[in-house]
């Protein structure tokens, strides 16, 4: 038996290499790069070297675990995290883009998201969520 199959024989009904893995491992090189930046800072390099470890040895927990439910669930919840983080950027790209146009507000009773052309003076809002009525000035 060669060592490749040696490894898959081991590696048989454990986690493995996942996304949530993926961003561990780039967090914790970020953490490290982070720590050679401030090392003249010692309490900060100290604290940033822990986290650094910790993150390194939980991916390496989650890669050899055999719980291979939990992990999936612990990947499922950083999927539904980073999709909702790409929202939340899309959304400030787009409110970005469109800065020049139109003015966003939010509304007062349940925070819903309005957008309404920039230059028209004070304007009476409706929530097409709740039905709030409030002005605002344009």
Known sequence: MNFRQKIAQFMYGRNGYDAFNQFLLIAAIVLMALGMLLSR???VAMVLSILEWTTLIYCLFRTFSKDI????????????????????????????????DYKFFRCPSCHALLRVPKGKGKLLLTCRKCGNRFERKT
């Open 41 to 43: 800072v010692p309490v």
């Open 69 to 100: 439910y939990k992990r999936q669930q612990e990947n499922a919840w950083y999927y539904t995290k980073r999709q909702a983080f790409g929202r939340w950027s899309r959304s400030l790209k787009d409110r970005w883009q469109q800065r020049k």
